[in-house]
């Protein structure tokens, strides 16, 4: 039976493990940059889509994080979708095991990084949301784990709630919800009667002209419909028309 050398001690010696610790720290805040971690607060989690309509990210935590994706951004970038232009930068990201729980996880009360949870960069005034933490980056250096690896994407609002105080951050509610144009809309509209002024005029949007036009009179259904009918020839035996020949 062959044994471990009792010479050498590579995944119990404690002062190895804080050195390189130490060392990974420092190198974090060297060539790191500082980021504001934002813990999400679920209101009404639905566990059938995974999603949550009522969540909120009332605080925020500085901590410095190393961008693993040096040369740019990943994933697919920026593209034309079928709803139009779409942003799905990527970006993977290391923070030091100890800096977090420090800086984040005692304040916040997080074991470790949250996927679901969002990463504001001060530098570039973008937001991505945690898609997956991996925890175990560097397999047991000399035994011991010395931090995360996560894996980010660009973060897309769908009506959450941002009250952290930081201007630049909670300003993204106040472009993208669609809470105030609802009010606007309920309050013109009154329950659906039309709002007029001390005079008794209508109100309308500026640049709308109220017109009375007679609907009967005005109206081309019976012009467009026997023109239509001369473009469609319903004789030839078409599997595809729609005169029932074959």
Known sequence: MANRSVFFNNFENSQEQLLIEDLTIEAIKIHGIE????PKTYGDYDYLYGEDDLATFREFHECEMYINTVDGFGGEQDFLGKFGLEVRDQLTMSVARFSFT??????ANLPRPREGDLLYFPLTGGIFQINFVEHEPVFYQMGALQFYELR??????SGERFDTGVVNIDQLEDKKSLDIAFASQWILEDESEPIHTELGERLVFEGFAELDIDAATASENTFLETNADGFIDFSDADPFSEGGTY
């Open 152 to 157: 980010c994407e660009k973060f897309e609002y």
């Open 35 to 38: 980021v504001y971690y934002l």
């Open 102 to 107: 420090n800086n984040v996880g005692q304040a």
